[in-house]
């Protein structure tokens, strides 16, 4: 099993920043794709970025420019930059990963808790 503890989330005033943290634990053997959610009450989770085991990453059109997504493989640590932040931002911001237990077992999706972001006009 993995765990994820986020952290990082916060209020902060529009055209702030806030740096996300997703620190994974546990009987760890092969983390690959890290990803970051965020899902409004009422609303369908929506991805905005993922970052590969070699550091490949993606963006949603929603954040490009504005967010950074990194990974400290060493510390199985996942981090989201988000600069420029606006009213819309707000709301709860979710990390996943994919987990391996062996080379040949399939990738399992774990999430963490969620952190809140709240982004003042």
């Known amino acids: 099993q993995v765990q994820l503890v986020e952290s990082g989330g916060g209020l902060v005033q529009a055209g702030g920043s806030l740096r996300l943290s997703c620190a994974a634990s546990?009987?760890?053997?092969?983390?690959?794709?890290m990803a970051w959610y965020r899902q409004a009450p009422g609303k369908q989770r929506e991805w905005l970025a993922h970052?590969?085991?070699?550091?490949?990453?993606n963006y949603a059109d929603s954040v490009k420019g504005r967010f950074t997504i990194s990974r400290d493989n060493a510390k199985n640590t996942l981090y989201l930059q988000m600069n420029n932040l606006k009213p819309e931002d707000t709301t709860v911001y979710y990390c996943?990963?994919?987990?391996?237990?062996?080379?040949?077992?399939?990738?399992?999706?774990?999430w963490g808790q969620g952190t809140q972001v709240t982004v003042s006009s």
């Open positions: 996943n990963v994919k987990h391996r237990s062996y080379w040949n077992r399939p990738e399992s999706d774990y």
């Open positions: 546990g009987r760890i053997f092969d983390i690959t794709t």
């Open positions: 970052i590969t085991t070699g550091g490949t990453t």
